[in-house]
């Protein structure tokens, strides 16, 4: 900034400011190598454990009808695939070749409220969502945009009571069709408890022709995650959902931003934040009773976007 402050001729001014210009494009240009970099090395890191493409679903040629599975979490427990879910399996991974310049992972955080953020979210080439959360009437704050949908089969008994009456039936399945064939998530073999769930949601979905695009991780994935974070010294009991898919899109998104990760009752002004932005669910992340430590994830997270390898979006977005 000194060799601006001399005495100036128009044409030193101009040099001097295209040279300033360049010094700020320059910095900028090595910062964006080196998170460009970072990226590179936790993908590289990650993929030693997870092979991303193979286990975001099972296939149909892994099992036949009538096959027992044990239950990814309580392998004393088993479950039989029925014709309705092997006929819902892939042909192949849903992500098969796929690579995105940009993806957003979104939490189902209430830090998204009065965000701004929809417009950004949906601006992303791949968008990637949480347990079926609500978007239409927050749109502004998260956008509308899904290109990956995950859904917890505890889902179907907390929002949509079991879909046991029409109503809740008509709701979910106006639901499913804002997915217009983007890619449906379901870990249903994880634990023992939602197989019911699960069963009549891919019942309902061939009976209607819902246009989704079915997907039910592998056994192998949420070892291979626990594992990656494990070796790194991040102790998890079991992975959140947002902490899978940000692990799971290392894979396929050359940059990655999470949004609606803040597993915290207060902001940093020290403002109240509700723990999903569109309902009324309480916090129980802090007991050792919980099954996900999402401060410390979050911690985890928090460091490799200091590092430059990922985006964390905890602010508004205009
Ligand atoms: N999340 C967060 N802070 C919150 C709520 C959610 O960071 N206050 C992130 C977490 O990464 C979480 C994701 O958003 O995994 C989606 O939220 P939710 O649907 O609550 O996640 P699950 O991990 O599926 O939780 P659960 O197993 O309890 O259903």
Known sequence: MQMCEMRFTRKRWT???????????????????????????????????????????????????????????????????????????????????????????????????????????????????????????????????????????????????GLLNETVRENFVQRLRLLNDSVLWIPAFMVKGGEKHVEVVNELILKRKLPVHMAYPSLRLVHAVRGYWLTNKVNIKRPSTGLLMYTMATRFCDEIHLYGFWPFPKDSSGNPVKYHYYDMLKYRYFSNASPHRMPLEFKTLKMLHSKGALKLMTSKCT
């Open 15 to 161: 040099i001097c400011m295209i040279g300033l210009l360049l010094i700020f494009y320059k910095t900028k240009e090595r910062a964006r190598s080196n998170e460009h970099q970072e990226a590179q090395l936790t993908r590289k890191d990650i993929l030693r454990f997870l092979d991303a493409e193979r286990d975001v679903s099972v296939i149909k040629s892994s099992f036949k009808p009538g096959d027992t599975i044990h239950y990814v979490l309580d392998r004393r427990k088993t479950l039989n695939v029925s014709h309705t879910l092997h006929s819902l399996l892939p042909d192949v991974s849903p992500l098969k070749n796929k690579r995105f310049k940009t993806c957003a992972v979104v939490g189902n955080s209430g830090v998204l409220l009065k965000s701004g953020c929809g417009k950004e979210i949906d601006s992303h080439d791949f968008v990637i969502r949480c347990n079926l959360a609500p978007l239409a009437e927050f749109a502004d704050d998260v956008g509308l945009r899904s290109d990956f949908t995950t859904m917890n089969p505890s889902v179907i008994q907390r929002v949509y009571g």
